[in-house]
């Protein structure tokens, strides 16, 4: 793909995900004003619930799969792969449901209303099942935005019609249900069409789950503490602190989720370089998407510490004033989170690099966990975010100094420049002085 035509479909897929933020300015200020900050904490963690179930569910796969489909040569290998994968999350989905129920019994904001904690398992395992990866590998992709596009249209109709009031909670998680089963079976029928139905078998699903178990670790240490923080916080703090969490939380995650649509392009298009050979073709193209991820975590930062105070209370009412000072901490993670997901996903996934990722996603998640056991119970929601920058910043360092051991740095823009006047300076002074002594 060249430089024009990959900008055009980073472009669409950009706008296609404006509509999802669209969709949250919409249902946010929503949200905080309908529900209060119980109820709102409430649906909160059940969401944080539900991308747990997601990750556990989808274990790796999503990147497994992107990657060997973008090296399909014919329908009847992406068929293969297509059949596969699907067997490998329904049978996780088993797994994912049991850990699901267990999580909200023992969640005091869920198991007020289980139900609640029941949809958000049964929409994590949905979520997973999602053919996003098949469509990215297979360089469509445009067709997981259109899908995404009806689901949130449909969800957001669903939303505005049945929720009134504080007691309306369990039809926010239930809508996003109903649209997560519209969506997918578009998906799976597109899909079917184009190459064929899945044969299901529970054959080479014990291979893919081991070839996928680096990054599952990865996403676990770094993506799963991630995403249940505000499940966690439910454990040590009180429910308000659990709101204004909450609350924060999900502008942060707007922040870094705008990272992922350029990733949808890049992380399949330096697998398929590579795969082909073209090596200075893949470094330029990490190099193009570098430069996009780091300029894009050092504006959010900005933005964050200005406008916080600003824009929360405006959208979400006086009440959540306190989460500007939350999302104010979050700022900090900004420009680490980008240099992450540059490292991660267009530096080692395209190079098969699993292991290495595993183990810095482990040792991160620890430093998140223990950091979030002693920051939460003291400093609730504050403590907690800081927790996530500490888990990040931890994870940058691990990633750079692997990037520097396997000779990588140089996809850094800059860094090949950088490191030649380092060692002309280490070379000039020990000559320097030689001459001194003589």
Same mark, same amino acid.
């Given at each position: 793909?060249?430089?024009?035509?990959?900008?055009?479909?980073?472009?669409?897929?950009?706008?296609?995900?404006?509509?999802?933020?669209?969709?949250?300015?919409?249902?946010?200020?929503?949200?905080?004003?309908?529900?209060?900050?119980?109820?709102?904490?409430?649906?909160?963690?059940?969401?944080?619930?539900?991308?747990?179930?997601?990750?556990?569910?989808?274990?790796?796969?999503?990147?497994?799969?992107?990657?060997?489909?973008?090296?399909?040569?014919?329908?009847?290998?992406?068929?293969?792969?297509?059949?596969?994968?699907?067997?490998?999350?329904?049978?996780?989905?088993?797994?994912?449901?049991?850990?699901?129920?267990?999580?909200?019994?023992?969640?005091?904001?869920?198991?007020e209303r289980p139900l609640i904690g029941v949809l958000a398992t049964l929409l994590g395992i949905v979520s997973a099942l999602n053919l996003g990866w098949l469509y990215q590998g297979?360089?469509?992709?445009?067709?997981?935005?259109?899908?995404?596009?009806?689901?949130?249209?449909?969800?957001?109709?669903?939303?505005?019609?049945?929720?009134?009031?504080?007691?309306?909670?369990?039809?926010?998680?239930?809508?996003? %249900?109903?649209?997560?089963?519209?969506?997918?079976?578009?998906?799976?029928?597109?899909?079917?069409?184009?190459?064929?139905?899945?044969?299901?078998?529970?054959?080479?699903?014990?291979?893919?789950?081991?070839?996928?178990?680096?990054?599952?670790?990865?996403?676990?240490?770094?993506?799963?503490?991630?995403?249940?923080?505000?499940?966690?916080?439910?454990?040590?703090?009180?429910?308000?602190?659990?709101?204004?969490?909450?609350?924060?939380?999900?502008?942060?995650?707007?922040?870094?989720?705008?990272?992922?649509?350029?990733?949808?392009?890049?992380?399949?298009?330096?697998?398929?370089?590579?795969?082909?050979?073209?090596?200075?073709?893949?470094?330029?193209?990490?190099?193009?998407?570098?430069?996009?991820?780091?300029?894009?975590?050092?504006?959010? %930062?900005?933005?964050?510490?200005?406008?916080?105070?600003?824009?929360?209370?405006?959208?979400?009412?006086?009440?959540?004033?306190?989460?500007?000072?939350?999302?104010?901490?979050?700022?900090?993670?900004?420009? %680490?989170?980008?240099?992450?997901?540059?490292?991660?996903?267009?530096?080692?996934?395209?190079?098969?690099?699993?292991?290495?990722?595993?183990?810095?996603?482990?040792?991160?998640?620890?430093?998140?966990?223990?950091?979030?056991?002693?920051?939460?119970?003291? %400093?609730?929601a504050e403590g907690m975010a800081f927790a996530r920058v500490i888990g990040e910043l931890s994870l940058s360092v691990m990633l750079l100094t692997i990037m520097v051991r396997l000779?990588?740095?140089?996809?850094?823009?800059?860094?090949?420049?950088?490191?030649?006047?380092?060692?002309?300076?280490?070379?000039?002074?020990?000559?320097?002085?030689?001459?001194?002594?003589?």
């Amino acid at each position: 793909m060249d430089g024009k035509k990959s900008a055009n479909v980073i472009a669409f897929v950009y706008g296609g995900y404006l509509m999802r933020y669209v969709y949250l300015i919409i249902v946010v200020p929503f949200y905080g004003r309908v529900l209060g900050v119980a109820e709102y904490g409430r649906v909160l963690a059940a969401m944080s619930l539900m991308n747990v179930i997601w990750m556990l569910v989808s274990y790796g796969f999503t990147f497994v799969g992107m990657r060997e489909v973008s090296k399909a040569q014919d329908t009847n290998e992406c068929n293969a792969i297509y059949s596969l994968h699907v067997s490998a999350r329904l049978a996780l989905g088993v797994l994912g449901g049991a850990v699901g129920l267990i999580a909200t019994m023992c969640s005091p904001a869920l198991a007020e209303r289980p139900l609640i904690g029941v949809l958000a398992t049964l929409l994590g395992i949905v979520s997973a099942l999602n053919l996003g990866w098949l469509y990215q590998g297979r360089q469509h992709f445009r067709t997981p935005i259109m899908i995404e596009v009806f689901g949130f249209a449909l969800s957001l109709a669903l939303v505005l019609s049945l929720v009134k009031g504080p007691a309306d909670s369990i039809w926010v998680v239930a809508s996003l %249900f109903v649209a997560g089963i519209a969506s997918a079976a578009i998906s799976y029928g597109l899909a079917t069409f184009q190459l064929g139905r899945p044969h299901l078998s529970l054959s080479g699903i014990v291979p893919l789950i081991k070839n996928s178990t680096m990054l599952f670790c990865y996403s676990s240490g770094s993506v799963v503490l991630t995403a249940s923080s505000t499940y966690l916080l439910t454990l040590l703090s009180t429910p308000a602190q659990v709101g204004y969490f909450g609350a924060a939380e999900r502008f942060a995650t707007i922040a870094l989720a705008l990272m992922g649509p350029a990733g949808q392009v890049f992380i399949p298009t330096i697998s398929r370089q590579l795969a082909q050979g073209d090596k200075a073709g893949a470094h330029a193209t990490t190099r193009r998407g570098a430069m996009l991820l780091l300029g894009y975590g050092l504006l959010v %930062f900005c933005g964050a510490l200005a406008l916080s105070p600003l824009v929360l209370p405006l959208i979400l009412g006086q009440a959540f004033t306190p989460s500007a000072r939350v999302l104010q901490c979050f700022a900090w993670m900004f420009p %680490f989170a980008a240099f992450n997901e540059f490292a991660a996903f267009y530096v080692f996934v395209p190079r098969r690099k699993d292991r290495v990722l595993a183990i810095a996603g482990a040792a991160a998640g620890i430093a998140n966990l223990g950091s979030a056991l002693w920051l939460a119970p003291r %400093f609730g929601a504050e403590g907690m975010a800081f927790a996530r920058v500490i888990g990040e910043l931890s994870l940058s360092v691990m990633l750079l100094t692997i990037m520097v051991r396997l000779q990588l740095v140089t996809l850094l823009p800059g860094a090949g420049r950088a490191m030649e006047i380092m060692a002309r300076m280490a070379w000039a002074k020990p000559h320097a002085g030689t001459g001194k002594d003589e």
